[in-house]
């Protein structure tokens, strides 16, 4: 079946710790997306990529960073710099950059730390 | 900017009872709205899109959502609620023609016995 797979669905960080959430598609979608979800808050966008090799910050994106070396992945690194990174993070991908493509979202990652 | 309200953190329903989620958004011109829904540690699964057209909208496992303009919102609706229908409910807003989503604060239901 097609779909999202994010790994792995919890991690543990340490201070002063890069880590790195895996994103994969198969449904042969252009646009991928990473969210970051705080309880009472939705879900907010750290960086989005319409095709490969190319790719921009939302809104926030600052103690992050991302590659789209290929079409069916879209890693998300977890820096340092990101002093608050406890959250639960979601994945999602689209066929289109248009808003009339549907976003699909992976079961997410849950990120805590030591 | 654009922005999602979704008023109610949480709402109660009985089992068999009908269900209205709000959902308000604030945007200069008609965007393409959504509703999720998002079980306990996971991710979002999509109910319903509205574009254009016929302002009521059917989605998947018995719900559906109307567009009001006039009222710049997009509630959701269930005519008999399940119990595993219990989970977090997000609307979500999107420009025409620029694919990115914001998102409300979704509201929580609950449904009893």
Request: contains cysteine.
């Amino acid at each position: 079946d097609g779909g999202i797979t994010q790994s792995p669905k919890y991690l543990f960080r340490k201070e002063g710790q890069n880590v790195t959430l895996s994103c994969e598609q198969n449904l042969n979608h252009d646009a991928m997306y990473w969210y970051r979800q705080d309880p009472g808050q939705g879900l907010r966008l750290i960086y989005y990529s319409q095709i490969v090799n190319d790719f921009q910050k939302g809104d926030i994106a600052e103690g992050y960073s991302v590659s789209r070396e290929k079409k069916e992945s879209f890693p998300l690194t977890v820096t340092s710099a990101q002093k608050n990174p406890t959250a639960f993070y979601l994945c999602a991908s689209s066929a289109g950059q248009d808003s009339n493509q549907p976003q699909h979202f992976g079961d997410g990652t849950r990120l805590s730390i030591l | 900017a654009q922005s999602v309200t979704q008023p109610d953190i949480h709402i109660t329903v009985s089992e068999g009872a009908s269900l209205e989620l709000r959902c308000n958004y604030s945007y200069g011109a008609t965007p393409y709205l959504f509703w999720y829904v998002q079980s306990p540690g996971q991710g979002l699964q999509l109910l319903l899109k509205y574009f254009s057209g016929d302002t009521l909208v059917q989605g998947i496992k018995g719900f559906e959502a109307e567009f009001k303009r006039s009222q710049s919102s997009f509630n959701l609706r269930k005519p008999s609620v399940h119990w595993s229908d219990a989970a977090e409910y997000f609307c979500a807003v999107a420009p025409v023609g620029f694919q990115k989503l914001v998102f409300g604060t979704g509201t929580r239901l609950l449904v009893s016995p």
